[in-house]
């Protein structure tokens, strides 16, 4: 499995911005799909952004736009960088490392961002 530590989250102004990095531990990352997930008070964990090995991504539409994922191949560690913070950006943020064919699921411990209005 791969072992994952989230970093950078806090206090942040409506408007404002914030980079998350996970560094991950094994040499799965590389070939791995890595994805930032976030789950609010109340409600399901839902994807936020996500990038392949091969570097494609893909967002939900509440933050195209505003934030850009991004991944260090070289350090194992993926970021995620959120411009125009919204306060309904507030939630845990989880790391995500998956490999199908590996069968690696493995996920962070979080970090909570929080946007102040």
């Known amino acids: 499995q791969v072992q994952l530590v989230e970093s950078g989250g806090g206090l942040v102004q409506a408007g404002g911005s914030l980079r998350l990095s996970c560094a991950a531990s094994?040499?799965?990352?590389?070939?791995?799909?890595m994805g930032w997930y976030r789950q609010a008070p109340g409600k399901q964990r839902e994807l936020v952004a996500a990038i392949t090995s091969g570097g494609t991504t893909n967002y939900a539409d509440s933050v195209k736009g505003r934030f850009t994922i991004s991944r260090d191949n070289a350090k194992n560690t993926v970021y995620l960088q959120m411009n125009s913070l919204k306060p309904e950006d507030t939630a845990v943020y989880y790391c995500?490392?998956?490999?199908?064919?590996?069968?690696?699921?493995?996920w962070g411990q979080g970090t909570q961002v929080t946007v102040s209005s």
């Open positions: 995500n490392c998956n490999n199908r064919i590996w069968k690696i699921d493995s």
């Open positions: 094994g040499s799965a990352f590389e070939i791995s799909t």
